[in-house]
């Protein structure tokens, strides 16, 4: 377990466990995905517990073979909006890299 900082400036604390932690509520906290497991793409939004915030992560093999977070919200709302806009980017417009907002 370590401490680090976002790109928000905000602290978290990294468990260490690779997201396996919370999957077991993700019905719950989640505000939208796009794709489903087995698909080259998927996005999914949803609140992370262990940051205090809603997250929007991609996984693409376009990119990498894991889950990179790419933008954080406050509140629902512009997790709803941001989440929208992703979906569309990566859909339309593809970024030549995804970078993380916890780092890589």
């Not at 939208?32 to 992370?48: E, P, Q, V, W």
């Not at 919200?73 to 993380?100: F, Q």
């Amino acid at each position: 377990m370590s401490k680090k900082k976002n790109l928000s400036g905000k602290n978290y604390i990294d468990l260490g466990f690779g997201g396996m932690l919370f999957n077991n509520d993700h019905e719950q906290r989640k505000v939208s995905r796009y794709g489903k497991n087995g698909d080259k793409l998927i996005i999914d939004t949803a609140f992370t517990p262990d940051t205090g915030y809603f997250e929007t992560g991609i996984i693409d093999e376009r990119y990498y073979e894991d889950w990179v977070i790419v933008q954080e919200y406050a509140t629902k709302k512009d997790a709803i909006k941001g989440h929208s806009a992703w979906v569309k980017r990566m859909t339309t417009n593809l970024p030549k890299e995804l970078e993380s907002v916890h780092g890589r």
